[in-house]
């Protein structure tokens, strides 16, 4: 069964501070890796799109990285800022014929406190 | 403006009322599905179209039905809604199916309460 495993569940930092979000997956066969922002009460917007080549995509202040061996991607957000507030989300997708199949993470809560 | 609008946003209903969630895309794209979010778990997949007149299961799909009549529209219909029914719902579409290269758009979200 595909699978997407994010951690930590929650974090709070302080503003201007650094901090890096885990996502573990175990979806076969991988095709690419997505970061979504997610307001609370709004919907995911995309930050980065990875696919099985690539192991570093920035966004701004946002830096995804992708291990395709371990399976393992994270999202590291440099100086934050007090709009990060939010909920990230890590969503895989695999081939399954001449159609994708998306797996989403139950999301990283972020807040950032001034 | 790319956009995926979902209507209604907030909606308090009653166990087996009817009710019908609309969702319209402007992107001229193929694929749209419909997805709820609850607390502690992540988006589950309702309903799927690949295209006019093509939709399919997603994981979590009983008590739901979709159509797909025109490309820009994907309604959500909740035949005899049940408090298990509650969430927040999404509607989503892109280009294609999920690959590298196509965004996944996403609406603002309805809020469902079924009493």
């Known amino acids: 069964k595909n699978q997407v495993e994010q951690s930590p569940q929650s974090l709070i930092i302080l503003e201007g501070k650094n901090c890096t979000l885990q996502c573990n997956y175990t979806v076969s066969p991988f095709s690419n890796l997505r970061w979504y922002k997610q307001d609370t009460g709004r919907g995911p917007v995309s930050l980065t799109i990875m696919t099985f080549s690539e192991n570093t995509k920035s966004n701004g202040r946002y830096t995804a990285t992708l291990d395709a061996d371990t399976k393992q991607s994270s999202l590291h957000i440099t100086a934050s800022q007090l709009s990060d507030s939010a909920s990230y989300i890590c969503?895989?997708?695999?081939?399954?014929?001449?159609?994708?199949?998306?797996?989403f993470g139950t999301g990283t809560k972020l807040q950032v406190i001034p | 403006e790319a956009q995926v609008t979902q209507n209604p946003r907030y909606l308090i209903t009653v166990t087996g009322k009817k009710l019908t969630v609309t969702c319209s895309q402007n992107m001229n794209h193929e694929y749209m599905s419909w997805y709820r979010q609850d607390p502690g778990l992540g988006l589950r997949q309702i309903y799927y179209?690949?295209?006019?007149?093509?939709?399919d299961k997603g994981d979590v799909p009983e008590g739901y039905k979709v159509s797909r009549k025109e490309k820009r529209n994907f309604p959500l219909i909740l035949e005899s809604p049940s408090p298990n029914q509650t969430s927040l719902y999404f509607c989503?579409?892109?280009?294609?199916?999920?690959?590298?290269?196509?965004?996944?758009?996403f609406g603002e979200g309805s809020w469902l309460t079924v009493v």
């Open positions: 969503v895989v997708s695999a081939k399954s014929g001449g159609y994708q199949k998306v797996t």
């Open positions: 989503a579409s892109s280009l294609g199916t999920g690959g590298s290269g196509n965004t996944i758009y």
């Open positions: 179209s690949m295209n006019v007149e093509v939709t």
